[in-house]
């Protein structure tokens, strides 16, 4: 196999690749362990692969990239022809993926991760979770799911009627507000996000996913 | 009469992105509809039905509507693949590395190098209040951290993503202008020598001279 990802099931951004892995059909892969509890993403041999010391990291024979959404980018061209195709079939179709992942990228995930960090990651590491910032970002996050509750009213998914890319770079940390941080009332309280969820996060990808997630637990 | 059209200012690092993409893919033809955040234009239900967010720039292709500054270059460079400057890398492993650095920029630099101009130049203007100190001090540290990594990447490499320029670098242009610029942080860039030499040359290019030019005019409407 010529395809290694560094990372943990139970990483966000690393379950975000191996979700693209199985939407496009991918198992001929290593999942290569990283230790974060012993700080092994900040040691040199993984700082040679990645200098800002985060996981996910992808080795594709010569080549590592890292950022996970550039990850499943890479996913989806190298292995275009099968499994589902992330970027819709026309050119409007792939712009409209790619503004809904800029959506995820810069209004979306740095509210839900904030509080899946403050509520969730800070406790796993022996820290106290700020509950101003948790009610501040909760806010935020209010008046991002009304206008998502709106275009969803309209659309199946977010780029339109087809699922893409966009919808699955939600699914992590959407996962890990509603099922570990318990905030997830703003995802249920709305009738077709909630519906979107629904969908999204039943899909098979996503199963293969929490599965390896609860392996290793 | 055009049918490419940027809706917002010039003074936005987020238009500017988008204005510097069609001038590296040699595009001309295009209108500048202003929507100023001062006087609540990004506020209007008219373009509230273009970018539900209330933020700009949002871009229209004929009846075809986009918002998120780099999902419309990313358009604009698909869409005009044969002209200007070839922006997304030739090869698979071009193409990912850029993807790759444009992802740096999105997660690990904007964030860091955008409240600190916020703060800087921003906080008075749009929310009435002076600069939280505690918060520049703060997220300079972890520019700092941020830019060794960069120092390091293009002692090697005289671009983001290798040897030729790309989208990576010219989404880093507009805020680096107003870190530098504006905010008066030029310091993190002029104490590393392979990050200046980088600002040096893509700052230079044609492209963001002529953007320049833009937000200068711009300023002297208002």
């Not at chain 1, 809904?100 to 990651?121: A, H």
């Not at chain 2, 001090?137 to 993503?161: C, F, N, P, R």
Request: charged share 25%; with cysteine.
């Amino acid at each position: 196999m010529t395809i290694k990802i560094y990372g943990v099931p139970y990483s966000t951004c690393t379950a975000r690749v191996l979700a693209t892995l199985a939407e496009k059909e991918v198992e001929d892969y290593e999942l290569v362990p990283v230790d974060l509890s012993v700080g092994a993403h900040k040691k040199p041999e993984f700082l040679k692969m990645q200098p800002f010391g985060m996981i996910p990291v992808l080795q594709d024979s010569d080549l590592t990239i890292y950022e996970s959404r550039a990850m499943a980018r890479y996913i989806s061209d190298k292995f275009e022809s099968q499994g589902t195709p992330l970027f819709g079939k026309t050119a409007k179709d792939k712009a409209l993926v790619n503004q809904w992942l800029e959506v995820e990228s810069q209004n979306y995930n740095p509210c839900v991760s904030s509080i899946v960090y403050q509520l969730v990651f800070a406790p796993m590491h022996g820290r106290q979770g700020d509950e101003t910032v948790v009610k501040q970002q909760l806010e935020k996050l209010e008046k991002v799911l009304d206008i998502y509750e709106a275009h969803l009213s309209k659309n199946k998914y977010l780029a339109g009627d087809f699922f893409s890319l966009a919808d699955l770079s939600h699914i992590p940390y959407t996962f890990y507000l509603v099922n570990m941080a318990k905030k997830g009332d703003g995802i249920t309280s709305r009738k077709h996000v909630s519906a979107w969820w629904e969908d999204i996060s039943s899909r098979a990808s996503w199963k293969t996913v929490t599965a390896k997630m609860n392996a290793k637990a | 009469m055009a049918s490419l059209k940027v809706y917002g200012k010039p003074y936005s690092a987020n238009v500017t992105r988008v204005l510097t993409t069609l001038a590296e893919k040699n595009v001309d033809d295009y209108q500048i509809v202003p929507i100023d955040l001062l006087t609540g234009g990004n506020k209007t239900p008219e373009y509230l039905k273009l970018q539900p967010f209330g933020q700009i720039p949002a871009f229209q292709d004929g009846d075809f509507t986009l918002y998120e500054s780099r999902a419309i270059a990313r358009y604009i460079s698909d869409k005009y693949e044969g002209q200007g400057t070839a922006l997304s890398g030739k090869t698979e492993r071009e193409k990912a590395l850029v993807n790759q650095w444009l992802e740096v920029e999105s997660q690990n630099y904007n964030p860091c190098a955008g409240k600190i101009v916020f703060e800087c130049v921003f906080a008075q203007i749009l929310e009435g209040r002076a600069t939280n100190e505690a918060v520049v001090k703060e997220q300079l540290e972890k520019l700092g951290k941020i830019l060794d990594v960069y120092e390091a990447q293009l002692t090697h490499h005289k671009y983001l993503a290798g040897d030729f320029f790309s989208l990576a670098d010219l989404a880093h242009i507009p805020v680096t202008n107003n870190l530098i610029n504006v905010a008066k942080k030029g310091e993190l860039f002029s104490s590393r020598k392979h990050l200046n030499a980088w600002w040096e040359d893509i700052s230079s290019r044609p492209s963001w001279q002529k953007v320049l030019q833009i937000i200068q005019a711009g300023q002297q409407q208002q």
